[in-house]
């Protein structure tokens, strides 16, 4: 037998069963709970003789169940909030600012601003759903959040989270590494980095203490050392809680750090499928037509191999560019020692304040080749039409390629 996932929400398949009358059990539908009701979000409201009523839209019930509910029967102080919220926001933005109209002796909503209402609900249980989805596949133990107070976009509907690089077919990024270093206390004279011919890319204090262009050798799964060695940092993951934002100045979705950076500090880790150049080359043109990609060329030692991160990636996926960056890309190596595949790291290049968002220069050495949808740039090294840059850095080049 096999298997394919369902990818209706919970609630999506509660309305079917109570749509349909049928009962199932493993999805919260039984005989006590065929008739229980929750507030799911507001869609309307209305003044009838002197009574304030609002039109519920109940959890798990299709919307064809909807009732005009005095306020007095609802307990859900904190939808109600984001009900008056969500409507004083719409009117803010209209010139007349005008949210009741009378119609047959009830003043009611405008229609205009019952629909605003509407999809600001779903957009905000849509994004509460994203969120919840992203932090259950995430393998680090800081938070991911999700936040949109600029427009009425939901989750992307083509983006798969990952931890790690996706091999294309024919691709292997685990090289079969068999040894490790013999430290009882790293770093020692013939710990990773030495055998590798490098320095140990860390300090006591875990932060980076080498140049950009260096690459960085980690301990792998075969060393002596345990999971608190001081050359263990870029493979557990980022300790920093992100927020991806949706930014207001047509940069499509960003992300900020909810936590103080300090400078030279791991943050993320890029990854994505890992392709072929050729593959990239013919991927690239397809993107051109929708104005955005996420090429990344690996090309530390060769040109041989291209991280996208169109549809599979992490939390790096929604960084934006700048030219004047607060992160800059390092080359890691760690159960793979082969150069043509080193694994992406971003790191602080000066302290970051909480809320600031994270950035990175796509035309830098070793960074990404093309822009991501926010930034809708198109490749340098194809000589691709000229986009221009939307970071607002002092020393902004003007453009993307």
Request: net charge positive; charged share 25%; with cysteine.
């Amino acid at each position: 037998a096999w298997y394919v996932p369902c990818l209706a929400s919970l609630e999506t398949l509660q309305e079917l069963c109570r749509k349909e009358n049928l009962r199932c059990k493993s999805i919260g539908i039984t005989n006590r709970k065929l008739k229980s009701y929750e507030v799911e979000y507001l869609c309307d409201y209305k003044v009838e003789e002197g009574t304030e009523y609002y039109l519920v839209k109940w959890k798990g019930w299709p919307e064809s169940s909807n009732t005009w509910e005095p306020e007095k029967n609802l307990k859900c102080p904190l939808i109600l909030q984001n009900f008056l919220s969500d409507k004083n926001e719409y009117l803010s933005r209209v010139r007349d600012g005008k949210a009741l109209k009378v119609r047959n002796h009830v003043k009611a909503l405008q229609p205009a601003v019952a629909d605003y209402i509407v999809k600001k609900a779903k957009q905000r249980i849509a994004l509460q759903r994203w969120k919840e989805e992203l932090n259950r596949k995430k393998n680090h133990k800081a938070m991911i959040l999700v936040e949109n107070t600029v427009d009425l976009e939901g989750p992307p509907l083509d983006f798969y989270y990952i931890n790690e690089y996706k091999p294309a077919p024919g691709i292997n990024v685990i090289n079969g590494i068999t040894t490790g270093c013999e430290c009882a206390d790293c770093p020692a004279e013939k710990c990773c980095p030495k055998e590798a011919g490098f320095i140990l890319a860390y300090n006591k204090q875990k932060k980076l203490k080498i140049q950009p262009g260096l690459p960085i050798y980690e301990c792998n799964s075969f060393c002596r050392c345990g999971p608190d060695c001081p050359n263990r940092i870029v493979q557990k993951g980022t300790p920093y809680t992100l927020c991806i934002f949706r930014t207001n100045n047509g940069r499509g979705w960003g992300v900020k750090t909810l936590q103080k950076i300090k400078t030279n500090s791991f943050v993320m880790e890029y990854v994505g499928e890992v392709i072929t150049s050729e593959e990239a080359e013919r991927r690239g043109q397809l993107y051109d037509n929708q104005g955005n990609t996420y090429l990344f060329d690996l090309d530390y030692d060769s040109d041989e191999f291209t991280v996208d991160a169109a549809r599979y990636g992490n939390v790096s996926h929604f960084v934006n560019h700048s030219c004047d960056p607060n992160l800059q890309v390092f080359n890691v190596f760690i159960d793979n020692l082969d150069l043509r595949l080193p694994r992406i790291a971003l790191f602080s290049t000066r302290t970051i304040k909480a809320g600031e968002e994270l950035t990175f220069d796509y035309q830098m050495k070793g960074s990404i080749d093309l822009t991501s949808d926010s930034a809708d740039g198109l490749s340098p090294s194809r000589k691709r039409i000229r986009t221009v840059c939307k970071c607002g850095a002092v020393c902004c080049r003007g453009y993307l390629n």
